[in-house]
T-cell receptor
């Protein structure tokens, strides 16, 4: 089993749609969780951290379920500019950081 | 604030040749990381430095890959000899500290093609 697994995608959605990405992690000692965004042929950039209480940033909502070792990212009212690959990132003991393989999102007009 | 600088942006070499990549982290960032990202996959950590000491190199193929950060600032990653499967983007990242919740700033990467 991979340490961090994401929905394989790609997701193809129309503008204005709501889309959700899921991520599971295997190490129960993991401490910090993040979502990164990576545009085509660009470097990953931090989208948002994920907190146990859940957090929201505009159209983006991240949730963490430690009991199920599950992280999610919800994007509401999708824009064309949201088209990218979304990487789930898990940081555990010894500050070891594992990136998921990413989920590709295409938002269509 | 200047970002993480990497060079070169692109490199094409033949298999069995050697290649070196350079990274200059954000000023004051003590922690530096080299990642390998193969097409369609997430970044995989190759090596992590804290100042000029190695913290984690468990996934570095040490028979052909080497990295150094002699003065705790710039870093170089070398591959010798290169194999076809080394074709990837090599990303350098830095962070202010290793503490929980710190996040990375990535450089724009070096795209290596081995033919």
């Amino acid at each position: 089993r991979k340490e961090v697994e994401q929905d394989p995608g790609p997701f193809n959605v129309p503008e204005g749609a709501t889309v959700a990405f899921n991520c599971t992690y295997s190490n129960s000692a993991s401490q910090s969780f993040f979502w990164y965004r990576q545009d085509c042929r660009k470097e990953p950039k931090l989208l948002m951290s994920v907190y146990s209480s859940g957090n929201e940033d505009g159209r983006f909502t991240a949730q963490l379920n430690r009991a199920s070792q599950y992280i999610s990212l919800l994007i509401r009212d999708s824009k064309l500019s949201d088209s990218a690959t979304y990487l789930c990132v898990v940081r555990g003991g010894g500050f070891k950081t594992i990136f998921g393989a990413g989920t590709r999102l295409f938002v269509k007009a | 604030e200047a970002g993480v600088a990497q060079s070169p942006r692109y490199k094409i070499i033949e298999k069995r040749q050697s290649v070196a990549f350079w990274c200059n982290p954000i000023s004051g960032h003590a922690t530096l990381y080299w990642y390998q990202q193969i097409l369609g996959q997430g970044p995989k950590l190759l090596i992590q430095f804290q100042n000029n000491g190695v913290v984690d190199d468990s996934q570095l193929p040490k028979d052909r890959f080497s990295a150094e950060r002699l003065k705790g600032v710039d870093s170089t990653l070398k591959i010798q000899p290169a194999k076809l499967e080394d074709s990837a983007v090599y990303l350098c990242a830095s962070s202010l500290y290793r503490g929980e919740g710190s996040d990375y700033t990535f450089g724009s990467g070096t795209r290596l093609t081995v033919v």
